[in-house]
């Protein structure tokens, strides 16, 4: 098997493009909820603290000289990142918890399709009556 063919086979399997998609989804979710927490939930936050913006808060280890950058620790951006990962969890748990209750009512009705037996077709109630009519006359 040449190099380019088995690599094809990799790539096209099911579970690679499958990945492909939830990387690209997770990432587009990712920016989205940055954007959220970033654009939308902090900024109230940091009015009703008393107008603060969480992402200018840092702490300055070195400050700057001539041509070199000050060295910062930015915590304020940190505080923002775990507000974002709380809200990504939060919904990944609600995405999880939805399917696993459709999966447990999809279990719950296949159980009780294989627990009730089945209708009794024309032909075989009809085999059935003929039996009954002959057990009587023997």
Not at 50 to 61: H, I, P
Not at 119 to 135: F, G, H, M, P, S
């Amino acid at each position: 098997m040449s190099l380019v063919k088995e690599f094809r086979d990799f790539a096209m399997r099911g579970n690679v493009i499958d990945l492909a998609v939830g990387v690209i989804i997770g990432a587009s979710f990712g920016l989205l909820i940055k954007s959220l927490v970033d654009d939308v939930l902090m900024p109230p936050i940091g009015y009703l603290v008393g107008g603060v913006d969480f992402s200018s808060f840092k702490y300055t280890l070195v400050e700057a000289r001539g041509d070199k950058a000050a060295v910062t620790v930015s915590y304020g951006k940190f505080i923002n990142a775990v507000v974002a990962l709380m809200i990504q969890a939060a919904s990944i748990f609600m995405v999880i918890k939805l399917m696993n209750s459709a999966m447990k009512r999809f279990r719950d009705e296949e159980e009780k399709a294989a627990a009730t037996p089945d209708a009794k077709t024309a032909d075989v109630l009809l085999l059935e009556e003929i039996r009954d009519l002959l057990a009587r006359k023997a």
